[in-house]
């Protein structure tokens, strides 16, 4: 089983940030590639939902759901950009 | 709210299987990240306390006396796998070979950047190994091989695959999934899954 | 605006009121949700199935109707998969199950003018289909379609029927007159898009599928902005 496109995480990232992340930008603390969230890779098939950077594969956002609150880990994002058009 | 009709998959109720747990025949592949390829060859585990520190390759782990265990494992996502084997060299072994002391704390780290933690006494009182082979086989990339660590008495999480770094120290750190929520010990007996547990 | 957030993908019931068999491994659920209030094309939903003893499970599925229609989504079996051989096998007319949604502002179409070239693979037919159905007659569509066999295409009659669609369907595991068979190619893309007038781009499929036909849209010298992924598992 492999990444699915950030996409799958945007909903619940969206709630977990309380604003809607769908054009959200973010540049990697690992290698700086700035990137749409959306175009990030992520993987479900784990304890939780696990956004990682789309050059450099390292973790940016780990989000798990524990009894109906969700807890959000911001590992490897030196920025996220809001509601601006994503740039490519 | 329940759905009608959705069970998910079968979940045991026996007491053969921790609570909340479902026995699974196949071997589901769970990962933070993308599978790791490393050949045997480039393989290398360092363990260190900080003052002592050793580094083996893929012949020198060889070079210690290995055993074999047949155990249950247990993921957090709820599946049980029973009675699966694995051959490797137990990290008791391991730390004497290095001449490392048993500090309270542990830090392993895999290739990938994947962390996890344990207290020292679960890696040297049990059954925990630095596994290379799984029901008589090599270990596929995606199960953690060439090498991963086996800690089968805590949730598998802690059992990290592509295994390259343990750290001992005075101080605990946590790991991956223990700074995103989960239990910082991950006892499934006690069902110890989130923090909050 | 983090009330309106919340409100918005908070979880909420849907009730199965539709249910269509699209090909044996497939099927289409139109739903009801209370307060629905829209959805563009591109857009997915979060389901989220509870069993008797509290074990929960939440998967993401595209809208497949148009924009202006009501929710519908369209599964495929995934064998080893549990929420999709509910929803594909079990769920009937009349079944609730919680929704959040719809969700997503990245793998959206908005009518325009521009020529519009949608590529799926499999049941990434899904997202596309709410494409066309709010395509205009301005924008002149392109389907390019991928399935193992002609039984396991989704919408067949559909894109049959609708003349405003240029379809090309490929056939990976079968071989048919009026078929493409084989993998999307580098050439079957060249001939569908002509990189000057910048068409947009939608891929949708597993992800080998979308990665190789990524590939092959950028040796085309397509701008990478105009290509929009989504990708499944």
Known sequence: MSHV??????????????????????????CGLDHPLAEAHVYLRCPGMVMCCPECSAAEIVLVEIEHRLMLTVRGLATIRFGTPAQS | MVTRGFTGRARSASDAVPPGQYVTAD??????????????????????DGATSKTYDWDDLHGLPMVTITTDIHCVTHWSKRDTTW???????????????????????????YTTNLPVADLVDRDAMIAVRFDGGEIAAEH?????????????????????????????????????????????????????? | MAGSVRRALGWRTATVVDSIAETATARSLGLDVAAWSGHAAGQHVDIRLTAEDGYQATRSYSVSSGPGEAPQITVERVDDGEVSPYL??????????????????????????????LIAGGSGIAPLRAMWRAGTLRAPITVVYSARDVDRLIFRDELDSDATLAVRVHLTREQRPGFRSGRVGIDDLNEVIDARVAPAIYVCGPTSFVESVSRHLLTLDVDRRTIRTERFG
């Open chain 1, 5 to 30: 496109d950030g996409n799958a995480m945007i909903g619940a990232l969206s709630l977990a940030m309380g604003t809607d992340v769908a054009d959200a930008g973010g540049v990697c603390a690992a």
């Open chain 2, 27 to 48: 071997f589901p592949v769970l990962t933070a990240g993308p599978t790791i390829a490393i050949e045997p060859e480039e393989w290398e585990l360092t363990i260190g």
């Open chain 2, 87 to 113: 051959e490797g060299v137990s990290i008791s072994t391991l730390f004497d070979d290095a001449g490392v002391d048993d500090l309270p704390f542990a830090l392993v780290s895999s290739y990938g950047g």
């Open chain 2, 144 to 197: 953690g091989g060439p090498a991963r660590l086996l800690v089968p008495h805590l949730y598998l999480w802690k059992s990290a695959k592509w295994v390259r770094d343990i750290r001992l120290s005075d101080d605990e750190q946590q790991g991956f999934w223990e700074t995103a929520g989960y239990h910082n010990y991950g006892d499934p007996w006690r069902e110890q899954r989130y923090y909050s547990d």
């Open chain 3, 88 to 117: 594909v096998d079990v769920a009937e007319k009349g079944d609730t199950f919680e929704v959040r949604g719809p969700i997503g502002g990245y793998f959206v179409w908005e009518p325009a003018a521009q020529p519009l070239v």
